[in-house]
């Protein structure tokens, strides 16, 4: 979807109803590339490799800490393990970070916002 960087694609959270070919459909859309789902909406987001991801690719959820009690990264196809820094930094504003690939990460936070839980998800898009 084209527009405004600075606006969300979908202003709630809502469940991820498929991924794969690059992309993810949620709320009856569809979105190529990647997302962060945050409590309030649903992002795109420019991460592309499990490597890129720090402070300042997670910004929002950073920003918006105080409503998240945790944070799914999906990952892609492969696996990975956050840098010892990024861990601290969102242990500092009280957020869990859990790390998976991308079709489990969709699956435990659909079942987590269906739960009510203060979750949020960085999710790398698959092909």
Same mark, same amino acid.
């Given at each position: 979807?084209?527009? @405004? ?7 709630? *959270?809502?469940?991820?109803? &498929? #991924?794969?070919?690059?992309?993810? &459909?949620?709320?009856?859309? *569809? ?6 789902? $945050? ?14 991801? @720090?402070? #300042? ?11 998240? @009690?945790?944070? $799914? ?7 990975? $393990? ?26 435990? #936070?659909n079942i987590m916002i269906g739960e009510r839980r203060r979750v949020a998800a960085a999710l790398i898009a698959?092909?």
């Amino acid at each position: 979807m084209a527009g @405004d960087p600075n606006a969300p694609h979908f202003p709630r *959270s809502a469940p991820i109803e &498929a #991924y794969g070919k690059g992309g993810f &459909a949620f709320a009856g859309m *569809s979105h190529r590339g990647s997302l962060l789902c $945050l409590p309030d909406a649903i992002w795109a987001w420019d991460v592309t490799d499990p490597a890129k991801i @720090d402070r #300042y690719s997670l910004d929002r959820v950073f920003a918006a800490a105080n409503g998240i @009690d945790t944070l $799914l990264v999906g990952t892609g196809t492969g696996l990975w $393990l956050a840098p010892p820094e990024l861990r601290q930094a969102l242990k500092a504003v009280r957020v869990v970070l859990d790390t998976m690939q991308t079709g489990p990460a969709v699956r435990t #936070y659909n079942i987590m916002i269906g739960e009510r839980r203060r979750v949020a998800a960085a999710l790398i898009a698959v092909p």
